[in-house]
């Protein structure tokens, strides 16, 4: 069994940064394919970022593309989501999620339905 945990968020002030860290278990954590997803409140999941089990293929939202960068550590079985230039509309509470090694060869996998493995959960507000 996988087990994501999510740290990282807070409150921050438009135009800020913050960096999403999401610690995996497992022997073989080094090859998930990783993605973020976030919820906006009163509003469905939405897909943020995702990262090829390589690490050598990403992929953004629109909407986050040139402000976020997503990585990976395979030393501290470790993935990332780095936030600048924050803006309200990021406030949401974020999600990472993982599904089997090697899963989508150098895709990054961008579909919700794509992940079994999903964290609790982080809060990302911010401020106007």
């Known amino acids: 069994q996988v087990q994501l945990v999510e740290s990282g968020g807070g409150l921050v002030q438009a135009g800020g940064s913050l960096r999403l860290s999401c610690a995996a278990s497992?022997?073989?954590?080094?090859?998930?394919?990783m993605g973020w997803f976030r919820q906006p409140p009163g509003k469905e999941r939405e897909f943020v970022a995702a990262i090829s089990w390589s690490g050598t293929s990403t992929y953004f939202a629109d909407s986050v593309k040139g402000r976020f960068t997503i990585s990976k550590d395979n030393a501290k079985n470790t993935f990332y989501l780095q936030m600048n230039s924050l803006k309200p509309e990021d406030t949401a509470v974020y999600y990472c999620a993982a599904d089997r090694p090697f899963k989508g060869g150098n895709y990054p996998l961008l579909e919700g339905g794509q992940y079994n493995y999903w964290g609790q959960g982080t809060q990302v507000t911010v401020s106007s």
């Open positions: 497992g022997r073989t954590s080094s090859y998930y394919p």
